[in-house]
């Protein structure tokens, strides 16, 4: 008979997670046993590293990723980026290594008896099979479980001397090859009364969210906008970039407050959100939900978005499928294609650093390659920084969902691993570097063609902003001196130097290319401060 550690392997192979991030510790070795040719470890050198590594890597090929994390240690390291994971509805199965079975009660060295409680609440789903038999069938609900709708990161704990054992072929034989499928589209009554709720609209609107930024969805939500004639917004504090950033429909990202959102949707009679919480907020602000006379309908995958809502009707269903419904239903858009949207202008400022942060965006619009993929974690200049982005296609911008730093270097690695024919830019604040400073490490490893921009403000700029806006005086902890970004990269063997000019920055952004590997720079930009919604 086969042992649970071949079968798992087999089936791995049958779901196509040949990708294994991780980093191991004894209670992981056994599984790691002659680790077949066929498959690739990827090793983060932290624990926080490695989940947002498999994020970004789950976000842009749009299936799920395969996480092999250390006793409830490394669990515990990887909660902060499990966090961004769950909010960006990221399918993940997590496993952890848990001790022998005979010594978990015992109160053994990395043994946790409460094992499948640490990831709570951050995961959908977490289990410790019975049996090392129930292993393989474990797996596979993990698998599904986290793929169906609302995807998510599930946990699975696999004490060590599980593998060896054997398990019957008919036990496992059936879980290869069977399909677990979700079905999402609106029945006839919903989506009559959704298309007459629209064509009766006078002044529509759309709001678009994550759900929307995949290749069905992203282009139908165009189609939509269009045969509308709807100006569209991006959902507040944006993990993903769902809509054209240059199309003349777009109006930009709502701010993150209740006022906020409410004064920017007024004068619209529906407004119909796809794919997004209603709303992720950040700041305080007080006022009614939505402007006087407007009435809100979401559509989301998500029935906890659907429930939790304050306002608005809400209807649970797969957001690609309901704008392929919607469209059917829609005479088309005027024939002729409108004209891009200009490039906010840039601001004129001597080449001289340090650079406002605009001036920076700016250049990142004007040089980088079309192909390429973004990740942000700068805080504080997030207005500026979509006033400028040039983005086009799906799949192209991440950003930590829940706010946590520590995802964007290793995520970058992540999405570079998914496809390094599409180049990466990593934008990131000199504070977010040090949360997820491994990263560079494995992208040196793997030679991947990141660029890893530091914004070097000398603080916790967008901590500055806060401090602000509620009322806050003499807070510490929020100034960073003494941090030299290219010196800690060149101790990981990663080229890097610090950016003087604007055109020296240009030649950099322009060498983001497929082929070329991995690089820091950082660029001293200006401390600025700004209203949070
Ligand atoms: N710790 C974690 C894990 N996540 C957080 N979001 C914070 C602390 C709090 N925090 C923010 O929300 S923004 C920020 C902190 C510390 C400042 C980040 O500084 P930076 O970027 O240099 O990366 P900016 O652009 O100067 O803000």
Known sequence: ?????????????????????????????????????????VLGLHEGAVLAMADGYAQATGRPALVNLHS??????????????????TPLVVTAGQQTRAMIGLGSVLAEPAMTRVPEP???????????????????????????????????SLPLDDWAQEVSTDEVAHLATRRVRAAGALPPDVL?????????????????????????AFLRAVDLAEALQAPVWTAPTPPRCPFPTRHPLWRGVLPAS??????????????????????????????????????????????????????????????????AQLLGELPPAPAAPP??????????????PPFPAAAVFAQLARSLPAEVRLVNESTANTSQFWDHLDLSRPRSFFFPAAGGLGFGLPAAVGVALADPGRPVLAVLGDGAVQYGVAGLWTAVQWNLPI?????????????????????????????????????????YDLPAHHITSLAELDTVLRATQPGHGPRLVEVPITAETRSLG
Request: charge should be negative; hydrophobic fraction near 45%; include cysteine.
């Open 258 to 323: 209740i006022a906020g959102v409410s004064e920017q949707l007024a004068g619209h009679d529906v407004v119909l959100v796809l794919g997004a919480p209603v709303f992720r907020y950040h700041a305080y602000r007080p006022g009614p939900w939505l402007p006087e006379g407007c009435a809100l309908i979401s559509v989301s995958s998500d029935p906890g978005n659907a429930a939790r809502a304050a306002f608005g009707d809400a209807i649970v269903a797969d957001v690609a499928d309901v704008l």
């Open 1 to 41: 008979m086969p042992t649970v550690r071949e079968t798992t392997y087999d089936l791995l192979r049958a779901w196509g997670l040949t990708t294994i991030f991780g980093n191991p510790g004894s209670n992981e070795l056994p599984f790691l046993d002659g680790f077949p040719p066929d498959f690739r470890y």
């Open 72 to 89: 409830a240690a490394g669990l515990g390291n990887a909660m902060g980026n499990l966090a961004n994971a769950r909010a960006c509805h």
């Open 122 to 156: 951050h995961v959908k789903w977490a289990f410790e099979p019975a049996r090392a038999q129930d292993v393989p069938r474990v797996l596979s609900e993990a698998f599904h479980l986290a793929t169906l709708p609302p995807a998510g990161p599930v946990f699975v």
């Open 451 to 491: 660029t890893f921009l530091v914004l070097r403000n000398g603080g916790y700029g967008a901590l500055r902003s806060f401090v602000n806006q509620l009322g806050v005086a003499g807070a510490p902890g929020l100034d960073l001196p003494g941090i030299d970004s290219v010196r800690i990269a060149e101790g």
């Open 192 to 216: 009559a009364d959704l298309a007459s709720r629209l064509r009766g609209a006078r002044t529509p609107a759309l709001v678009v969210g994550p759900e929307v930024d995949d290749e069905c």
């Open 339 to 352: 004209a891009p949207r200009e490039a906010t202008a840039s601001p004129d400022i001597p080449d001289t």
